[in-house]
């Protein structure tokens, strides 16, 4: 049974950092990463990395967001820095596995405000 486990959201100050991470048990993965819904708005990408460590971020994210995996703990980690209010979200771990099977995990809240 496949397992997306995340871990590292909470509430944090505008220019303030977080750390999320996603944990994947019962599968390897071809592709893991982050995608993120605000209230009112479609699921849109934050960022993604391969089995071979290539990395792919949105545009409104580079700069500040790091995405980095163990592939040996099948578990991937986003550092993000220079939070904003508009980076406010469910923050959604993915896996797409070398069959090209999608997996989601359940969600964590990131809240940016003052």
């Known amino acids: 049974q496949v397992q997306l486990v995340e871990s590292g959201g909470g509430l944090v100050q505008p220019g303030g950092s977080l750390r999320l991470s996603c944990t994947a048990s019962?599968?390897?993965?071809?592709?893991m990463g982050w995608f993120r819904q605000a209230p009112g708005k479609q699921r849109e990408l934050v960022a993604t990395?391969?089995?071979?460590?290539?990395?792919n971020y949105a545009d409104s994210v580079k700069g500040r967001f790091t995405i980095s995996s163990d592939n040996a703990k099948n578990s991937v980690n986003l550092q993000m820095t220079s939070l904003k209010p508009e980076d406010t979200a469910v923050y959604y771990c993915?896996?797409?596995?070398?069959?090209?099977?999608?997996?989601w995990g359940q969600g964590t809240q990131v809240t940016v405000s003052s």
């Open positions: 990395i391969t089995s071979g460590n290539t990395a």
């Open positions: 019962g599968i390897s993965f071809s592709r």
């Open positions: 993915y896996l797409l596995t070398r069959n090209a099977y999608n997996f």
